[in-house]
């Protein structure tokens, strides 16, 4: 008895210092996001002094009327829309590898990335509008209708009887092949203009953000957050694995479908502003896993913030890369993920995951 009363409190302590820990991590990656976003905002073709930045994004009522119409009006809409779809592409990436227990998943690698392109290929190339009463809109509204299309595919094959969560990976592969060959269709009787148009855009690129885009994909991220929060127990119940956590009370398959729908659109909102970002919902959620474990309490904000940070330092680095011009931010990310996407492979052939 004596051993156990003694016992009980060292691991209390030890809990205590593991979730001191993981906000300590979490404070951590905030203050490197805004040490990001600074930098990125003094990026440019008048680079700016970092400290000045940080005094203009604080108080903008005391700068000067220049620096304030460079930071606000120019700078911030394109840095504060790569944090944004950075935590959206990472949150979405992380409940896709959540609720189908597989590493590789990702709004990229299920299809949505390559269905948004198809959609704007459609407005670019042949002029179709899939909702005619925003003419005007019609680039992004096609690509978040075709990626809406995908999500509810997968959202309503899933629902069948005998489906696997395997059955889904396959799927959502087989509409990348699918869509990308769409794509190439379209680029091959597409007009010079239009040819160049449409590969801009699936480059993936944030140099037309505006506050209003912002705007709209922080809302969805605010949406989708506190409902994910909510299901933060059952969904790290769900890692344990599907027997498991039916066992413990957990709905295995209404949760999967809730969360597959959440998913679905914080994907494809952004993926309609900026174009196809690749390998931010595999690299944002597992740098997070890492260094944060599986409990959702601390992996869902984790993850947000490494996905955002790791967009933020893409923005800073697609600036400094070439100064003077600004590289599509969708092939630094591709750059990046291409090996550490290879890396996850090697390593899920070694062991389970």
Not at 47 to 57: A, E, K, M, P, W
Request: net charge positive; hydrophobic share 60%.
């Amino acid at each position: 008895m004596a051993a156990l009363s003694t016992d009980t409190p060292t691991h209390a302590a030890s809990y205590r210092g593991l979730v001191a820990r993981r906000i300590a991590i979490l404070a951590g990656l905030t203050v490197l996001l805004v040490l990001s976003l600074a930098i990125d905002v003094s990026l440019g073709p008048a680079r700016y002094d970092v400290l000045n930045v940080l005094h203009t994004i604080l108080a903008p009522g005391s700068a000067d009327l220049q620096m304030r119409v460079v930071v606000w009006d120019i700078r911030m809409p394109m840095a504060m829309l790569a944090i944004v779809v950075g935590a959206s592409l990472s949150l979405a990436g992380a409940q896709m590898q959540t609720i189908l227990a597989n590493p590789l998943a990702s709004p990229f690698t299920l299809g949505l990335s390559a269905a948004a392109s198809f959609g704007a290929a459609l407005a670019m190339v042949l002029g179709v509008a899939l909702f005619p009463a925003a003419i005007a809109l019609m680039v992004p509204i096609n690509a978040f209708a075709m990626a809406m299309a995908a999500s509810l595919l997968i959202f309503g094959l899933s629902t069948m009887r005998g489906v696997t969560v395997e059955t889904i990976v396959l799927l959502g592969i087989a509409l990348v092949f699918s869509f990308n060959a769409a794509l190439a269709l379209l680029q091959y009787f597409a007009s010079e203009q239009a040819l160049s148009a449409v590969v801009f855009w699936t480059m993936g690129s944030l140099t037309k953000a505006t506050w209003p885009k912002v705007a709209v994909v922080a809302s969805i991220l605010l949406i989708c957050t506190p409902l994910f929060a909510r299901r933060a127990w059952a969904l790290t119940a769900i890692r344990l694995g599907e027997t498991r956590a039916a066992a413990m009370g957990v709905p295995v398959k209404r949760l999967r479908l809730e969360a597959l729908f959440l998913v679905s659109l914080l994907a494809a909102v952004p993926v309609s502003f900026v174009g196809t970002i690749g390998f931010i919902g595999i690299v944002g959620p597992h740098v997070a896993r890492l260094l944060l474990g599986e409990d959702q309490r601390f992996f869902l904000p984790g993850a947000m913030l490494s996905g955002a940070l790791i967009l933020s330092a893409t923005s800073v680095l697609s600036k400094a890369i070439l100064p003077g011009a600004v590289l599509p931010i969708g092939i630094i990310t591709a750059l990046v993920g291409v090996p550490f996407f290879a890396a996850l492979i090697l390593t899920k052939g070694r062991k389970s995951w």
